[in-house]
């Protein structure tokens, strides 16, 4: 694989200690550089081509479409569920399940990515599918007999977390080995597109879906929806895993973030991403909330709202591929983050419905058009030895540093209100957003 030398390929990086060149970076330096074969290419120039790329990238995006969309009936069944039992304390049990699901990834994401450098793929993600799909089986059980009390759902909401720890970077690093190089940023954004679609159909049909026969039947669909990723995990043609290198455990495991800190580009986008994850992505812990206490929508405005999410965000996935975002990546970053910030402050002050829609679309059109540049950005410059490891870190700053920041806008929102919790941290993006745009390491 052709890989463009960066910060810490060009330099020796010394661990603490003294003991020479880090075996991250020495595995940076070795990694191979002649391109491998991903996947039955299509027909050169057919449109299909340009859109699905090959023949196992498509059937990836085939299955993995199917269940995200489902995942969707587990986020509407779940938010609804913790605000019917949580009483007058909801506002603060769905700052606590965010936390409860998202904390894992803060300790566990390097772990995950050790493991996306170390095991094989595609057992790795059907092992933990089965788990995954059996959880929550059993949280329908829960709920169908009515024993869904506070403790059971924060339980839950730990197991998905700690599933997600462990595979989300192994999901993020098989793009790459799905696609050539040249086709890395184009696959991100298809891949971006495809999930926020899901966001469009999943967050409706799951609000239809949670009025017409409740949430423990969305719990239901959403593991007969993994049915889908799995059979398209099995029949892909995955090139064989790459052979770890020896290397000390500590080394092994940090080898993202001794990576990031010699890079100084990748740094940066993580230092902001992790502003982002921290300060922006607990809005998403409150939406039920305003749904019932703020806008008086019922299940069904929920759903609108996290439709509108992701109207935007598909909309920001595929602009995240045009090639003058490339050319720009320092304003393109910088104003993303900033526009984000203000559309999350703007939803938090909205009264009406279609104003939080409106302003929901946008947020979401900047969330997915920083996530999509960034990550593109990550992966086109780092070396196949830590890809998974630095995906670990990724999935960490992105996902990891929202439990905190859903935990203090959790006791925020029982102290003041949830507009005013959820504004403070549109405001606080804003000031990110512009503090980016003066750096000079994403030119």
């Keep these: 694989m052709n890989i463009r030398q960066s910060a810490a390929d060009q330099a020796a990086t010394r661990v603490p200690g003294g003991m020479g060149e880090s075996p991250a970076t020495t595995a940076a330096r070795a990694a191979p550089t002649e391109p491998r074969q991903h996947g039955r290419e299509f027909a050169e120039g057919s449109r299909l081509a340009r859109l699905l790329i090959n023949r196992d990238f498509a059937i990836f995006s085939g299955g993995a479409f199917i269940s995200a969309t489902g995942s969707w009936f587990q986020v509407v069944a779940l938010g609804w569920l913790v605000v019917s039992v949580g009483g007058r304390n909801a506002g603060f049990l ?17 772990v995950g990515g050790l493991l996306a450098d170390r095991l094989n793929r595609r057992l790795l993600l059907l092992g933990t599918g089965v788990f995954n799909a059996v959880a929550l089986l059993v949280l329908a059980f829960f709920t169908a007999t009515n024993r869904a009390t506070p403790p059971v759902i924060l339980a839950f909401a730990l197991i998905m977390g700690i599933v997600s720890a462990l595979t989300w970077p192994t999901w993020q690093a098989l793009i790459n080995d799905l696609v050539v190089p040249r086709d890395l940023p184009r696959a991100i954004a298809f891949n971006s597109a495809r999930f926020n679609m899901t966001r469009v159909i999943g967050p409706a049909v799951g609000g239809a879906l ?6 423990a039947w969305c719990f239901t669909a959403n593991a007969a929806t ?10 892909l043609r995955l ?6 290198r020896r290397e000390p455990l500590r080394d092994a495991l940090l080898g993202g973030l001794i990576y990031a800190r010699t890079a100084p580009r990748a740094r940066t986008i993580l230092l902001a991403t992790a502003a982002l994850g921290m300060l922006g992505f607990p809005y998403n812990s409150f939406l039920p ?12 405005g929920l ?7 992701g109207a935007g965000a598909l909309f920001g996935a595929i602009t995240s591929g045009a090639s003058w975002v490339i050319g720009h990546r320092r304003y393109v970053l910088a104003g993303a983050l900033a526009l984000f910030g203000l559309a999350d402050a703007a939803f938090a002050a909205s009264p009406a419905l279609p104003l939080s829609m409106a302003a929901l679309a946008i947020l979401g059109f900047a969330m997915l058009l920083y996530l999509s540049t960034a990550n593109t950005a990550l ?9 998974g490891r630095l995906m670990g870190v990724w999935v960490i700053v992105t996902s990891g540093a929202t439990p905190l920041g ?8 029982a102290a003041t209100s949830v507009q005013v919790a959820v504004g403070l941290g549109g405001a606080a993006c804003v000031v990110c957003g512009l503090l980016l745009s003066r750096t000079t390491h994403l030119a």
């Design 94 to 110: 769905l700052g606590l399940v965010g936390f409860a699901s998202l904390m894992p990834i803060l300790v566990l994401g390097l």
């Design 210 to 215: 949670l009025t017409l026969i409740g949430p």
């Design 226 to 235: 993994t049915i889908g990723v799995s059979i398209s995990l099995i029949v």
């Design 239 to 244: 090139p064989p895993p790459p052979r770890p």
């Design 289 to 300: 909330a305003f749904a019932k206490g703020v806008l008086h929508a019922g299940p069904g």
């Design 303 to 309: 759903g609108l709202l996290l439709t509108a999410v």
């Design 379 to 387: 992966q086109s410059e780092a070396p196949p030895a830590v890809l």
């Design 406 to 413: 859903s935990l203090a806008m959790g006791a925020l929102t």
